[in-house]
């Protein structure tokens, strides 16, 4: 299986038409304000697919760490979500004051991307198309996420051996898509989704057609697909699934410990080795949200990609807000 990795890479690049190379960032910063103390951001466009541009918020820690290098992060955000998404703003507040780069971008169709200007807009879900067009707009967002890896990697403060990225919702699919080619990315955290299946499941049947199902029926050349995507993620770097026991947005009920287990055994059978290839754990109780903002996946991110103001200790003993709370206190 390890000498198949490459061949598998290049054909589902083929398969979704991202470009091989990428398109020149040609990034530019627009300008430059703080969101919050302690962070500085800075509104920025570079280049994607289709001669477009992608308009992103990049969230920095106010003063550098003494070796003046830090980690970055991808915010891959789901239905309806762009780079003012209130967990998008979230993440890049709280982790630009760990010491991380954080950049979110707005999705296909949504923000500045969309006709409106306007946030929620869901329009990518109004394509009406064939199967060649739902596999162009998968590849459209496959090569957002590595356009934004590129974006971080050029950044002088960033540390390019350790990016992550965070994928939530249909951005759990982008970022299960992405993950499996962008060798550049050290870790990949995937909620409200990652229960990748096979036929019939949710993400082939189920879900939106044209950015997730049709996506996810072109890759039965995979064979068993779902195990064969998370063997291309072990081998570029560890990968985190974390959901809430109670989602029925992406099926969850149905993908429980027993699903990723089986999930994880037909990784190892395929790679070779006892290791599965991925980890991961639900929240008790939970529905669909994002989490990479709760304790467990923020301490896994954080032996991943090493947080310079925070340690597994900092992290234990901080408190919890419900986001209801904290949305309320910024009304």
Not at 8 to 18: E, S
Not at 280 to 305: C, D, I, M, N
Not at 311 to 319: L, W
Request: one cysteine or more.
């Amino acid at each position: 299986m390890p000498e198949r990795v490459g061949e598998l890479r290049a054909a589902i690049r083929t398969n979704f038409f991202v470009p091989e190379p990428l398109p020149v960032l040609a990034a530019k910063t627009h300008r430059r304000f703080v969101p919050a103390p302690g962070v500085v951001a800075e509104a920025v466009k570079y280049a994607t697919e289709w001669g477009t541009r992608v308009p992103a918020i990049l969230y920095l820690p106010e003063r550098l760490p003494s070796g003046g290098k830090v980690p970055g992060f991808v915010v891959v955000n789901g239905h309806g979500g762009d780079k003012y998404s209130w967990y998008a703003y979230f993440t890049g507040v709280a982790w630009a004051r760990a010491g991380v780069a954080v950049l979110t971008y707005d999705q296909a169709g949504e923000g500045e991307r969309s006709s409106t200007g306007k946030s929620g807009t869901r329009e990518h879900d109004k394509l009406k198309g064939d199967a060649e067009l739902a596999r162009r707009l998968a590849g459209l967002m496959i090569t957002d996420v590595r356009q934004a890896v590129s974006y971080l990697v050029e950044r002088p403060e960033v540390d390019a051996r350790r990016i992550g990225a965070g994928g939530y919702s249909l951005g759990s699919f982008v970022l299960a898509l992405a993950g499996a080619v962008e060798t550049r990315l050290r870790a990949c955290v995937l909620v409200g989704g990652g229960n990748l299946d096979g036929p019939g499941g949710y993400w082939d049947a189920s879900s939106k057609t044209m950015c997730q199902g049709l996506p996810d029926q072109s890759l039965a050349f995979l064979g068993n697909r779902g195990a064969m995507m998370y063997v291309l993620h072990a081998a570029r770097g560890p990968t985190l699934i974390w959901n809430g026991r109670v989602d029925s947005v992406v099926a969850m009920g149905g993908s429980q410990d027993a699903f990723f287990e089986s999930l994880r055994a037909r990784v190892a059978t395929l790679r070779g080795t006892a290791d599965g290839g991925f980890e991961f754990g639900f929240t008790v109780a939970g529905g669909h949200r994002p989490y990479w903002l709760t304790k467990p996946a923020v301490s896994w991110l954080e032996r991943q990609l090493d947080f310079p103001a925070w340690t597994a200790a900092s992290i234990e003993a901080e408190g919890e807000t419900p986001i209801g709370e904290w949305a309320q206190s910024r009304v």
